[in-house]
């Protein structure tokens, strides 16, 4: 029973120490929470730029083909081959709104009294509008032109006649879809020259278009 002192007073030693002070503890930094990014609140989503008009350029081939009437002769037909070089408004990225442009090509006509043709150029202006809003539809397209004939020569009840500048006016209108127009045309011109009588002529025909938007989509 004596020995029970002495081996009782190493395990209250070790018992008494984790109790008590601890000197050579380093002092513990405090815990600090970083405050999180203040969020705006906004009332709307940011919306995407609104982009304005724009032109866009085009050019292609052009044919005509209809009935030549003159006052004085028997009715006749005409026909016509052109380059076009035009400017359309585009809008969202599509092609609609004013369109301006001009023509360059030969013409000639014929009929049982005679015929004749000449260099013909014209500028024009209109407007190019969809049908719907869904893409891939039919476009209503009408112009109103102005022009002259370079040159002409005419052969008609054997007297040939020579002009220049001979004037003349048209009123184009029809459809179009991705680059190919089918139009109907009434023109109106007068084929002054020399060595043969000046005549008025109307034409009333049909116009087949193609141009740039038909291969580079």
Not at 50 to 76: C, E, K, M, N
Request: proline share 8%.
């Amino acid at each position: 029973m004596r020995a029970l002192p002495a081996l009782a007073l190493p395990v209250l030693v070790m018992v008494a120490l984790p109790c008590g002070a601890e000197p050579s503890q380093k002092p513990k930094k405090p815990l600090t929470i970083a405050a999180p990014a203040p969020v705006i609140a906004t009332e709307h989503e940011p919306k995407e730029p609104i982009r304005g008009s724009s032109t866009q350029d085009g050019a292609g081939p052009r044919l005509a083909f209809g009935v030549a009437r003159s006052d004085d002769l028997p009715d006749g037909y005409y026909g016509r081959f052109e380059t076009e070089y035009f400017e359309v408004e585009t809008r969202g990225g599509k092609r609609r709104g004013m369109i301006a442009g001009g023509t360059l090509g030969l013409e000639g006509w014929g009929g049982s009294a005679g015929g004749g043709g000449g260099i013909t150029s014209s500028v024009y202006g209109g407007y190019r509008q969809p049908l719907c809003p869904n893409p891939g539809t039919f476009d209503l397209f009408a112009t109103g032109s102005f022009g002259w004939h370079w040159l002409i020569i005419d052969h008609v009840n054997d007297e040939t006649g020579v002009g220049i500048f001979a004037p003349q006016a048209s009123a184009v209108g029809g459809f179009e879809f991705g680059g190919v127009r089918l139009l109907g045309e009434a023109a109106a011109q007068y084929r002054w020259q020399w060595s043969a009588p000046d005549r008025p002529q109307y034409k009333f025909g049909a116009i087949l278009s193609l141009h740039a938007e038909l291969w580079d989509g």
